[in-house]
């Protein structure tokens, strides 16, 4: 992990120049020798072989304080760098009751036990220190990190989601975009706890800062998933995967062509046939005659539709209910005839009487979106209630439309 690479390097920072807090004091030259000899294995980051001199210096009896002081500082250090962390442990526990510590040298110390548990691969004792040293006021952004790995290597996801959470809401008050490979381990975390709308929620943050086509292919594809999703939907699922360029497939193309045509909208059905041509998607391998004859009849029932629509919008006016208002206005804005479609729509929506009122004001949301008035789209997409997956949609389209 590129964040955790000054572990390595983390025992270096603890090297004590024997002699120069305490000018005053000395060290015998048997346990200044090996001490010092052990700070030179560990300049050359020999760290094991330095902590085997640690013990050849406390072989020696009768130490003062400020020897036993510099040894346990050279131990911790030692096996800070050997991924010894018990042994370092030790030593900060040997170092904090001789009240020798600064506050600095604490926080410090405390973190090289954090990352010696760490290396040495036993997390749940690496969490506990990095904890630790978090709570003691440490303000190295590195070791949440060493605590949320090891949470995680340690399989306790609810901790590490905890942790995670705890950083984005920082990072956000901050003004900071959430690290992509973050917001990745959350959404492994709710997968493991088997949190499928906190992983949902995770898909959705990295459409908003992260929009690669594959994280709208899980959302997508997630949301369709979703108990109580309307099949009457699937047309707007694929609105969705053709704003998001995420029609892979001869079948994702025309199947859209398919439920466009069904709906009556033969100019969504040819922007879908149109575009799976230009990519090479349609047209090729061995369904080649089949692409040809949707494209044909695509092109067929758009050319009997511009025929009718001065009748369909008569029909519309002298229906009870607005819902023939809404889907013929929401026909002409995918037509090209932008202004007249959303004043029909918005016609439609005030005459009431609607079947599926929270569909009309999805689609107007949608039509605002394609027709560049983000601000009244958006303004109807945060309207749009239900639990059939009318709503899901709306707040996809709003991530959709913070992306342009």
């Known amino acids: 992990m590129k964040y955790l690479r000054h572990l390595t390097t983390i025992a270096a920072a603890l090297l004590f120049v024997m002699g120069s807090a305490h000018s005053q004091e000395t060290l ?75 506050a600095a040298d604490q926080q410090k110390f405390t973190e090289a036990v954090a990352v010696a548990f760490y290396r040495a691969k036993e997390y749940s004792k690496a969490a506990v220190w990095a904890a630790r040293y978090l709570k003691e006021g440490g303000n190295n952004p590195q070791m949440r990190t060493v605590l949320v790995q090891s949470h995680y290597l340690n399989n306790d996801f609810a901790s590490a989601a905890k942790e995670l959470n705890t950083e984005f809401a920082a990072n956000e008050k901050a003004g900071n975009k959430p690290a992509e490979d973050q917001l990745q381990m959350l959404a492994t975390c709710y997968l493991k706890l088997n949190d499928h709308t906190g992983y949902a929620g995770v898909l959705e943050r ?44 001869a079948g994702d193309y025309m199947e859209m062509a398919q439920l466009a045509l069904q709906q009556g909208y033969p100019a969504e059905a040819k922007k879908a046939v149109e575009q799976g041509y230009t990519t090479g998607i349609l047209g090729n391998g061995n369904d080649t005659e089949r692409h040809k004859r949707l494209r044909d009849l695509v092109n067929k029932q758009l050319a009997d539709d511009q025929k009718n629509l001065s009748q369909g919008e008569v029909q519309a006016n002298a229906a009870k209910d607005g819902t023939g208002l809404v889907n013929i206005g929401f026909n002409d804005v995918l037509n090209g005839r932008n202004d007249k479609g959303i004043a029909l729509m918005e016609q439609g929506i005030a005459k009431g009487g609607l079947k599926r009122p929270e569909d009309a004001k999805l689609h107007l949301g949608i039509a605002c979106l394609l027709t560049g008035q983000k601000a009244k789209g958006m303004q109807a997409l945060k309207a749009v209630q239900g639990s059939d997956g009318t709503a899901d949609l709306a707040r996809l389209w709003l991530l959709q439309a913070q992306r342009s």
């Open 28 to 102: 015998r030259p048997e346990i200044g020798k090996p001490l010092q000899a052990a700070q030179e294995l560990l300049k050359a980051q020999k760290p094991k072989e330095a902590l085997a001199k640690v013990r050849e210096a406390d072989a020696v009896s009768g130490k003062t304080p400020y020897e036993s002081s510099i040894l346990e500082r050279m131990r911790l250090a030692a096996a800070a760098g050997a991924g010894d962390g018990e042994t370092a442990a030790k030593a900060l526990e040997a170092l904090t009751a001789s009240g020798k510590l600064t």
């Open 206 to 249: 990295l459409v908003i800062h992260y929009p690669k086509k594959e994280y709208w292919a899980d959302l997508l594809h997630r949301i369709q998933k979703k108990p109580g999703f309307a099949d009457r939907l699937a047309l707007d699922v694929f609105r969705l995967k053709f704003a998001s360029d995420n029609l892979n497939s």
